[in-house]
């Protein structure tokens, strides 16, 4: 069985711009959360989806944005880019919303913006 | 707030020896509480997760860690450390009922032959 599926593995963004990075769940997972780990830190929390519905945001801009769709894939936007906004963006899956029960993590997309 | 401190940003022990890695967690009400694995260039490995079944909670590739409540720690340990266990390792935290997961600054083991 497939994991959790990031796209794309790696990209390179210039500043102001904007960028879309993909998730697929575990198959039969409905919720997926976003995470950013900047070099040398912890994953921070973004977004959390289920049952595409907005289940908890964590403390980022509004340039910052993502979606769930029906078949519970997700996008991860950001907009206006900034040098800050490099880092390692990781999706995680679970079976239902909450954080309580644990992650399945992808291997994540590194996006470095210059 | 949920919050986790991880003693020592490195750690560094020989082939056999003991590890143990450090987690001291902040919370208002009952904890869920997890140590992930992480590997270069990889995403986080689930290595075990203490969900009030039982205080010493084993997960994968020998590791286990103990919950214990009166000194806020649940700190991983493994009696004989392998080479393919040098990584970089986080403690997180989620409260009852919550949507998100905090994580420590992470751990980096190293180990020598």
């Known amino acids: 069985d497939a994991g959790v599926t990031q796209s794309p593995t790696h990209l390179i963004k210039t500043r102001g711009q904007h960028v879309t990075l993909r998730c697929s769940p575990i198959?039969?997972?409905?919720?997926v959360s976003w995470y950013q780990q900047v070099l040398g830190q912890g994953p921070q929390f973004i977004f959390q989806?289920?049952?595409?519905?907005?289940?908890g945001r964590g403390n980022f801009p509004d340039r910052f944005s993502a979606r769930q769709f029906p078949n519970y894939s997700s996008e991860l936007n950001v907009n206006a880019l900034l040098l800050g906004d490099s880092a390692l963006y990781l999706c995680?899956?679970?079976?239902?919303?909450?954080?309580?029960?644990?992650?399945?993590f992808g291997s994540g997309t590194r996006l470095t913006v210059v | 707030a949920q919050s986790v401190t991880q003693l020592g940003s490195h750690v560094s022990v020989s082939e056999g020896a003991l590890v143990l890695l450090r987690c001291n967690y902040s919370?208002?009400?009952?904890?869920?509480l997890f140590w992930y694995v992480q590997y270069p260039n990889q995403g986080l490995q689930l290595l075990l997760k203490?969900?009030?079944?039982?205080?010493l909670v084993k997960g994968i590739n020998g590791f286990e860690a103990e919950f214990k409540k009166s000194e806020t720690s649940f700190h991983l340990t493994k009696p004989s450390a392998h080479m393919s266990d040098a990584a970089e390792y986080f403690c997180?935290?989620?409260?009852?009922?919550?949507?998100?997961?905090?994580f420590g600054a992470g751990t980096r083991l190293t180990v020598k032959p």
């Open positions: 995680a899956s679970s079976l239902a919303g909450g954080a309580n029960y644990g992650y399945t």
């Open positions: 198959s039969g997972h409905k919720s």
């Open positions: 989806y289920y049952e595409k519905e907005e289940r």
């Open positions: 919370s208002s009400v009952p904890p869920y």
């Open positions: 203490y969900t009030s079944a039982a205080t």
């Open positions: 997180a935290v989620s409260e009852t009922g919550s949507n998100d997961m905090r």
